[in-house]
């Protein structure tokens, strides 16, 4: 059986990921999410970096008829 990945962009480069970084970068606190690449690249001597933890594609569970 095929997954279907629910793949969503990157909100700083766009690439799409299926694990995205919940993340602060800047004075506005707001939280955005980027990959892993983003991610690393935005909290190298960043003193807003924050780190929200991992936002995964969350696939749906089918509920099993009973
Ligand atoms: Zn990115």
Redesign the pocket.
């Known amino acids: 059986m095929l997954m279907k990945m629910n793949l969503q962009p990157?909100?700083?480069?766009?690439?799409r990921?299926a694990l995205r970084y919940r993340v602060q970068l800047d004075a506005t606190h707001t939280w955005v999410l980027?990959?892993?690449?983003?991610?690393a690249?935005v909290s190298q001597g960043n003193p807003h970096y924050r780190y929200g933890g991992t936002w995964k594609a969350r696939r749906r569970r089918k509920t099993p008829d009973s």
């Open positions: 990157c909100q700083r480069c766009q690439a990921v980027v990959c892993s690449a983003c991610q690249q």
